[in-house]
Nanobody, 124 residues
């Protein structure tokens, strides 16, 4: 049974930093691309970032490029999202996801398993 468990969310002031983590179990973690998405109230779930199984290639949404960094530790079966220079518009529930046969990295429908999400709130 695949499980993804996010942690590390919270409340931070604008301009601050936060790191969220996602621990995976029930799959061969090191084989798959991992992604982060976010969903603000009343909005669709949007792509944030993704990383290949080796960690050698990453993708970012334009809105977070230069501020957020995705990384993974295959030994710990964990993927991270370091968020710097946070803005109030970054406020959302952040979800990690795993894609078993990924073709379009920014498409949430391509991901097979999801975590329960962790709330990130950025105050102005």
């Amino acid at each position: 049974q695949v499980q993804l468990v996010e942690s590390g969310g919270g409340l931070v002031q604008g301009g601050g930093s936060l790191r969220v983590s996602c621990a995976a179990s029930g799959l061969t973690f090191s084989r798959y691309t991992m992604g982060w998405f976010r969903q603000a109230p009343g909005k669709e779930r949007d792509f944030v970032a993704a990383v290949t199984w080796t960690g050698g290639f990453t993708w970012y949404a334009d809105s977070v490029k230069g501020r957020f960094t995705i990384s993974r530790d295959n030994a710990k079966r964990t993927v991270y999202l370091q968020m710097n220079s946070l803005k109030p518009e970054d406020t959302a529930v952040y979800y990690c996801a795993v894609a078993l046969n990924l073709r379009v990295v920014r498409d949430s429908h391509e991901y097979d398993y999801w975590g329960q999400g962790t709330q990130v709130t950025v105050s102005s």
